[in-house]
């Protein structure tokens, strides 16, 4: 079992910052990727950012150029940073981590979700 805890979700103004980080645990032997996911209401879940264990990290169109993915190795989390947030960013972002556990299993796992809500 590997379980994520999200945080750093809230409300913010149009224009403004926020940063979430997802801290992995459990008997884990390697994560590859992770990355975070997002699903506004009546939408389905899409993809916001990933970063693999070597540093290569991919965006959605939407994002790129005001986000950014970044992760610790070492302490299994996870960051997004947003910048310039708009009222269409406002979602339910979701932590999601694949890897193999210690004793060689794969694992693909989820979040419980923080919510990013960007209003005036």
């Known amino acids: 079992q590997v379980q994520l805890v999200e945080s750093g979700g809230g409300l913010v103004h149009p224009g403004g910052s926020l940063r979430l980080s997802c801290a992995a645990s459990?008997?884990?032997?390697?994560?590859?990727?992770m990355g975070w996911y997002r699903q506004a209401p009546g939408k389905q879940r899409d993809l916001v950012a990933t970063i693999t264990s070597g540093g290569y990290t991919n965006f959605a169109d939407s994002v790129k150029g005001r986000f950014t993915i970044s992760r610790d190795n070492a302490k299994n989390t996870v960051y997004l940073q947003m910048n310039s947030l708009t009222p269409e960013d406002t979602a339910v972002y979701y932590c999601?981590?694949?890897?193999?556990?210690?004793?060689?299993?794969?694992?693909?796992?989820w979040g419980q979700g923080t919510q990013v809500t960007v209003s005036s």
């Open positions: 459990g008997s884990i032997f390697s994560i590859n990727p």
């Open positions: 999601h981590a694949r890897g193999l556990l210690a004793g060689g299993s794969a694992f693909g796992s």
